[in-house]
């Protein structure tokens, strides 16, 4: 096999799970009802209307990154931090019908370009809203991220014992790069279903759990009650 057929099968592999996980989510959004859209998410200060504008305009500034991948022209995620805002608050009142059109085009405008990106093109580099620098197949894994946490955050029922185990262990991996806990609290994590062990800074404690409420802790989805050993406080995930 060839490294361009590789990097294709390792590709299509992952928009399939995106489009998996999309699917998961439409039905679920589907069953609402416009009353249940002003009732709060999961997320501080976020109704579910706010959840779902969020997802429908972050796939359309995923787009923006594919393009700049695929044409080599810088097109910045968001235009700003102040619009990407703006486009929430203004997209969250609007009524279910709207909203689930809304995140269906916008799921399928982005997996549809996604589907054709030249191969070479994946290795492009482009910039993150905040500014890192991450090659193109970093945006599959950017989408599938918003898709499964905010299917949790929308309060569902689809929980993170929900999310599948590949999700789960890169999920767990890369929060705990990415974690910063309060003071020089560091901390040793134990996953009990997987085995994963992994260390933030000097460790003073152990934590143990499963891989799911571990990772659920670490960005911020659970206070981490089902979790054992003393908990630090953690700053606020990304």
């Known amino acids: 096999m060839t490294s361009d057929a590789a990097q294709l099968a390792d590709t299509t592999a992952q928009l399939d799970t995106v489009a998996a996980a999309t699917a998961r989510l439409i039905p679920a959004v589907a069953a609402l009802t ?66 689930l059109e809304d995140l269906t085009a916008s799921a ?25 620098e991450i090659p193109a197949t ?3 894994w950017m989408r599938l991220l918003e ?30 790069t990415e974690v910063k806990p309060a003071g020089d609290a560091g901390f040793t ?12 800074g000097t460790p003073t404690a152990e934590i143990s759990g499963t891989a799911a409420s571990l990772a659920a802790w670490l960005i911020g989805r659970s206070s981490g009650a089902d979790l054992t050993g003393n908990l630090p406080d953690l700053a606020a995930w990304k």
């Open 138 to 140: 970093r945006i599959p």
């Open 34 to 99: 416009d009353a249940d859209l002003v009732e709060p998410s999961l997320l501080p200060g976020w109704t579910r209307g706010h959840v779902l504008a969020h997802l429908s305009r972050n796939a359309d500034s995923l787009v923006n990154l594919l393009l700049w991948a695929r044409t080599g022209i810088e097109t910045p995620q968001y235009a700003s931090q102040f619009l990407r805002e703006a486009d929430i608050e203004a997209g969250a009142p609007r009524p279910l019908r709207e909203q």
């Open 147 to 176: 898709v499964e946490i905010h299917h949790v955050d929308l309060d569902v029922g689809y929980t993170p014992a929900d999310w599948s185990p590949e999700f789960v262990a890169r999920l767990l991996a890369q929060s705990l």
């Open 108 to 132: 399928e405008r982005w997996l549809a370009l996604a589907r054709v990106m030249p191969v070479d093109r994946w290795a492009t580099l482009v910039r993150n809203r905040a500014g890192g």
């Open 189 to 200: 994590v134990t996953a009990t279903d997987t085995g994963y062990t992994g260390t933030v």
